[in-house]
Each structure stands twice: as C-alpha cells, then as structure tokens.
C-alpha cells in the first residue's frame, strides 16, 4: 500500500523559512508527479506546486520567486523550500502524488504552517 509521509511543517515568523518533505513508500517504481497543495480555514484546496517524473514544474503564481520545489525521483520524496514566508501562506499542506497519469491523487495526512505576522 502507497503512502505518503509528510514533515517539516510548523510555525515561523513572517519572512521565515520552512522545508517540509514528503515521502512515498510502498512503491518500487518513479511516481509520475508529485507535489503540495494547501488549504486554508474556509478556502478550497489549491495547488502550490507539482513535478513531474522529468523534472518540470507547475507552480502557483502566489509562491513563484519563494518557493522552491525539487525531487529526489530514486526516494521519490519531493522538498518543498518556502522562503520569505507571509502570514497568508498559513494553511495545510498538503503532499499529493499521482503515481501513473491514469490513477487519483493520492493523499498525506497534511502538515499545518503557521506564519506569524
């Protein structure tokens, strides 16, 4: 069974960093993409950002220029780099991984960030 494992999540002050990871195990093969979502109190999830098994990236435009997300494809963990942190990046995050183009995403259990103003 395919899992995925979050951590890196916490609380920091506004302009402050985090590096949450995750990790999907249960795998013997490349996730096709993985990536974060977010979801905040009273808000729809939304995506943060995703890479593919090759290497290109979707973000969006709220974190482009802040966060930077990479992928060690032979552990399939992703690393999701948040820089200059605001108060309105607080949510959720989420990992997701969509294993083949065909199949759900899957789902961590999420990690809460907190940015103090």
């Known amino acids: 069974q395919v899992q995925l494992v979050e951590s890196g999540g916490g609380l920091v002050q506004a302009g402050g960093s985090l590096r949450p990871s995750c990790a999907a195990s249960?795998?013997?093969?490349?996730?096709?993409?993985m990536g974060w979502y977010r979801q905040a109190p009273g808000k729809q999830r939304e995506l943060v950002a995703a890479?593919?098994?090759?290497?290109?990236?979707n973000s969006a435009d709220a974190v482009k220029g802040r966060f930077t997300l990479s992928r060690d494809s032979a552990k399939n963990t992703v690393y999701l780099q948040m820089n200059s942190l605001r108060p309105e990046d607080t949510a959720v995050y989420y990992c997701?991984?969509?294993?083949?183009?065909?199949?759900?995403?899957?789902w961590g259990q999420g990690t809460q960030v907190t940015v103090s103003s």
């Open positions: 997701s991984a969509r294993l083949l183009t065909t199949t759900p995403i899957l």
């Open positions: 890479i593919t098994r090759g290497g290109s990236i």
């Open positions: 249960g795998i013997n093969y490349s996730v096709n993409v």
